[in-house]
C-alpha cells in the first residue's frame, strides 16, 4: 500500500536527521486515508443503526396496510399510515378462542330470568335504526315504560335546539320536563330519541340495570343514505358522485351540515368529537371504551340475526322483535355509485371503518357464542313471524306517501310506506311515522303524570 521507511546503516554513527519533503508528504498521505477510512466505516454503522430502527415493529399487533386500502388523509392528520390497520380483536385472540372452544357448553346462558326493564338506545343515522327504536318503543308503550324525552320535538340535542346534535347528552336536560318529579320517584325506562351519545349521563338517567344498545351500517353506504336523505346536494349543490371528485378528492374543507351532519358520522353519534374524529389513536380509545359500555352492537348487514341476540339480550320473547322495514327509501332515491367514488369514500371514511369492522367482528363472536345453528333456526322463526305482521297488517306498500291518512306519512318523501289495516289495533304502532308515535308516547307519559299527581 506504501513504501517501507529506509533503514539506518548500523555502521554509520548515530546523528540526528531531519526528514526529506518527501517522506513527510508520504506520512500526510497515510494520515488522511485513514481519516477518510475511519469516516467511512463510522457513516456505515449509522445508516445500519438507523434502518434497523426503523424496521423494528413499534407494536407486535402493527400489520402492514393493503395496497388497495390506503388512508388518503393519514399525513394530513399526522398519523403514520401502517397504525391504521392495527386489529383491535389482537388484543383479546386468547379470550375469544376461549370462548368458540367453548361455545356448546356457553348456549345454556341464553335463558333468561327476567325481562329487562331499562334500555339505553344510541339512534345513529341511516343504519336501520329507526325498525329497532319502533321495536323498543312499542315494547315500551305496551309496558307503561317513562320514556327519556322533551315536551315537545322527538330528538334530544340541547334544550336551546333539540335537532342540533353538536353537544353530547346531558342529563341537566332533563330538569325542566313536566314529568321530571314523576321520573325522580319512578325513574326512566328507556332512551332511544337521536342524540349525541355520552354513556356517563345517560347513565345518570337512566341508573341502574340498564342494557345498552346501538347499530351500524356499512359506512359507504350509510354515507351515500345521509347524503341523499338529507338533500345534501342543496348545501353543496351537487350530486354524491361530483361531492365525492370536487370536494374529496381535492381536499377541499367540508363542514358540517346543519352543524353535526357529515363525515364518520357514526362515531360522531356515539360522542367523538370533531379534533378526535380523524385522530386514530383516540377512535381506537373509543371502540375499546364502547366494546365496555354497549352489551350488543347490532349490524344492519346482518339485521335479524342482530334481532335474535338483542331479543337475548333484553330477554324478551322472540315475537317481540318483529318489524316492518321503516324509512326505507325507494330504488329512485338511492345513487348507484362508481368503484372509484366508493374506494375514495371508504378511504375517507376510514375511522368509522374501523368501528364498523371491528364490531362486525364482535358480532360473530357472539353469534358463536349463542350457537350459530341456534341462531339460524331463530332467524328463520323471526322471518316468519315478520311474514305474519306483514300478511295481517300490511294493505299495500306505498309510494305516493301523500294518499296516506296523516299518522302514517314518513318525514321524507323519497321513503317507502305502508298502508296499514288500521281496524286491528295491534297494527297500528307497526307502520305508523316516527314523529306521530313519539307524540303519542308523550301523550301516555303525559296521562302517567296526571295519575301520578293525584296519588300524591
Given at each position: ?13 548515530s ?20 481519516l ?13 443503526l ?20 390506503q388512508?388518503?388523509d393519514a ?13 383491535l ?7 375469544l ?10 348456549n345454556?346462558?341464553?335463558?333468561c ?20 327504536q ?14 327519556v324525552m ?22 341537566s336536560?332533563?330538569?325542566d ?6 321520573a ?11 342524540t349525541?351519545?355520552?354513556q ?46 370536487d ?11 346543519n ?12 360522542g ?35 334481532l ?80 305474519k305482521?306483514k ?20 318525514w ?8 296499514i289495516d ?12 316516527e ?8 301523550e301516555?307519559?303525559?296521562?302517567r ?8
Open positions: 500500500m506504501y513504501s517501507p521507511l529506509p533503514q539506518e546503516d548500523p555502521a554509520s554513527p546523528l540526528p536527521r531531519t526528514p526529506s519533503p518527501s517522506y513527510n508528504r508520504k506520512l500526510t498521505t497515510i494520515r488522511n486515508w485513514w477518510v477510512l475511519i469516516l467511512f466505516v463510522a457513516s456505515l454503522l449509522l445508516m445500519s438507523s434502518l434497523t430502527s426503523k424496521q423494528s415493529p413499534a407494536h407486535r399487533s402493527i400489520k402492514p396496510i393493503p395496497e388497495d386500502h388512508l388518503a399525513i394530513a392528520h399526522n398519523v403514520a399510515t401502517k397504525e391504521l390497520q392495527i386489529d380483536h389482537e388484543e383479546k385472540t386468547s379470550e378462542l376461549e370462548q368458540e372452544h367453548n361455545a356448546t357448553n356457553i345454556n346462558s341464553n335463558a330470568s327476567q325481562p329487562i326493564s331499562k334500555v339505553g338506545f344510541m339512534k345513529t343515522h341511516k343504519t336501520a335504526s329507526s325498525t329497532v319502533n321495536i323498543l318503543m312499542r315494547y315500551g308503550m305496551n309496558s307503561d315504560w317513562n320514556f322533551y315536551s315537545a320535538g322527538s330528538h334530544l340535542g340541547p334544550p336551546s335546539n333539540q335537532y342540533t346534535l353538536n353537544r353530547p347528552f346531558s342529563s336536560w332533563m330538569r320536563v313536566p314529568w321530571y318529579d314523576m325522580q320517584e319512578q325513574g326512566y325506562n328507556i332512551l332511544a330519541f337521536h349525541k351519545w355520552d356517563g349521563e345517560v347513565e345518570r338517567v337512566l341508573g341502574d340495570g340498564a342494557k345498552y344498545i346501538t347499530i351500524l351500517r356499512d359506512p359507504v353506504d350509510e354515507f351515500e343514505s345521509l347524503y341523499n336523505y338529507v338533500h345534501f346536494e342543496k348545501t353543496f349543490h351537487m350530486d354524491l358522485e361530483q361531492f365525492v371528485s370536494y374529496i378528492g381535492a381536499r377541499r374543507p367540508i363542514q358540517r351540515v352543524g353535526y351532519l357529515g363525515r364518520n358520522q357514526q362515531l360522531w353519534d356515539l367523538m368529537d370533531q379534533e378526535d374524529i380523524n385522530n386514530h389513536q383516540a377512535v381506537k380509545m373509543k371502540i375499546k371504551q364502547m366494546d365496555q359500555d354497549f352489551d350488543l352492537v347490532m349490524i344492519a348487514e346482518d339485521f335479524e340475526s342482530s335474535v341476540l338483542l331479543s337475548d339480550v333484553l330477554c324478551w320473547p322472540l315475537a317481540n322483535m318483529t318489524s316492518l322495514k321503516l324509512n326505507a327509501r325507494k330504488k329512485s332515491a338511492i345513487e348507484k355509485l362508481s368503484q372509484k367514488s366508493r374506494k375514495i369514500l371508504k378511504d375517507w371514511l376510514w375511522a368509522d371503518y374501523k368501528l364498523y369492522e371491528y364490531f362486525k367482528k364482535e358480532l360473530e363472536q357472539k353469534k358463536i357464542q349463542s350457537g350459530l345453528q341456534r341462531v339460524k333456526e331463530e332467524v328463520v322463526k323471526l322471518k316468519k313471524l315478520n311474514d305482521v300478511d295481517e297488517c300490511v294493505l299495500a306498500v306505498v309510494k305516493n306517501t301523500k294518499t296516506l291518512s296523516s299518522d302514517f306519512v314518513p321524507s318523501k323519497d321513503v317507502l310506506a305502508f298502508k288500521e281496524s286491528k289495533d295491534t297494527c297500528k304502532y307497526f307502520g305508523i311515522s314523529n306521530h308515535f313519539i307524540e303519542h308516547l308523550r301516555l307519559q303525559m296521562e303524570l296526571n295519575k301520578w299527581r293525584l296519588n300524591l
